[in-house]
């Protein structure tokens, strides 16, 4: 998968709610814009989760747990940004994203590629 430099995509962030004296719960989504990259890393780390909800294995379980805990706190992290009404394009080096990103380069034609 390739991007350019500043591209910007938009991703849904789901949040459960419940009204007061129900038992329901119903999700509620907001758009939110990240960097082309973290969508990536961001998809990958859904799909982990997916993968253990059908493998019960230790291995599965382990991913899963990190995906899941990973995800929580990007998306604090984005509700905290639109909070501050921050610029998509200036957003760097998420906490919980930033160790896989380290593994980025940019060669000289613009598109950022793995290692």
Known sequence: MYWRRGEIRTIQLGQYRRRRGSKSQT??????????PYDRIVSQLIAEDMHAMGHD?????RRQT???K???TFGDEL???K???FIPANFRL???LHPTLSNLSAPSN???VPN
């Open 79 to 81: 509700k905290e940004l």
């Open 70 to 72: 990973t995800l929580d």
């Open 83 to 85: 909070r501050s009404s």
């Open 110 to 112: 613009g598109l950022l």
């Open 27 to 36: 999700i509620t989504y907001s758009k939110y814009e990240i960097p082309a």
């Open 66 to 68: 990190y995906a899941v």
């Open 94 to 96: 998420s906490g919980p």
């Open 57 to 61: 294995t230790h291995e599965s379980r």
